[in-house]
T-cell receptor, first 110, second 113 residues
Framework: DAKTTQPNSMESNEEEPVHLPCNHSTISGTDYIHWYRQLPSQGPEYVIH???SNVNNRMASLAIAEDRKSSTLILHRATLRDAAVYYC???????????FGKGTKLSVIP | NAGVTQTPKFQVLKTGQSMTLQCAQD?????MYWYRQDPGMGLRLIYYSASEGTTDKGEVPNGYNVSRLNKREFSLRLESAAPSQTSVYFC????????????FGSGTRLTVV
């Protein structure tokens, strides 16, 4: 599983897009990129995951660099409810072990 | 939908006491997991069960035992609690491994004094 690097914290204004970066320079060809978020006093919540191409769902978009050494989670319109710690995780396709780092704490300013 | 239910939500133990944390899921998931989260830290995997009848150690298994009672239930036991086990414990489940996304419970806050 590749090590991931994220900024400790970021700020965003409400109703603006947010781009959360993640570096995973040692990722292998079969490692997936997963994003989870954890709201205060709650368990983590699955956001999105992908392998090579960009992915979209109702919560967010995941943009994966062509060389796969980095990715960006995109929240299209930040709301106060999006204030959370966001975790970027890289793991092999057959692995059952998601390793959570310290993540990026996103603050949303009204 | 209840999702993943953990009991109890809060617990205070004395050093040396034992207890079992319960976890049940109603999504017919095959895989279940136990994590702990210490203040300011990410989650660390204690044990997981890829499917009913199997269990495997994660990153920090020492001091814990687990039982996959059936497909729905996965319990975590502390045989002799220590202050270092003070933490928030999260149970999670997934259809089969991380590819399908984990669903987490709301956590058990355990304090060992």
């Amino acid at each position: 599983d590749a090590k991931t690097t994220q900024p400790n914290s970021m700020e965003s204004n409400e109703e603006e897009p947010v781009h959360l970066p993640c570096n995973h320079s040692t990722i292998s060809g079969t490692d997936y990129i997963h994003w989870y978020r954890q709201l205060p006093s709650q368990g983590p919540e699955y956001v999105i995951h992908g392998l090579t191409s960009n992915v979209n769902n109702r919560m967010a978009s995941l943009a994966i660099a062509e060389d796969r050494k980095s990715s960006t989670l995109i929240l299209h319109r930040a709301t106060l409810r999006d204030a959370a710690v966001y975790y970027c995780i890289s793991t092999g396709a057959g692995s059952y072990q998601l390793t959570f780092g310290k993540g990026t704490k996103l603050s949303v300013i009204p | 939908n209840a999702g993943v239910t953990q009991t109890p939500k809060f617990q205070v133990l004395k050093t040396g006491q034992s207890m079992t944390l319960q976890c049940a899921q109603d999504m017919n998931h095959n895989s279940m997991y136990w994590y702990r989260q210490d203040p300011g830290m990410g989650l660390r995997l204690i044990y997981y069960s890829a499917s009913e009848g199997t269990t495997d150690k994660g990153e920090v298994p020492n001091g814990y035992n687990v039982s996959r009672l059936n497909k729905r239930e996965f319990s975590l036991r502390l045989e002799s609690a220590a202050p270092s086990q003070t933490s928030v414990y999260f149970c999670a489940s997934s259809e089969a491994g991380p590819y399908y996304g984990y669903t987490f419970g709301s956590g058990t806050r355990l304090t060992v004094v």
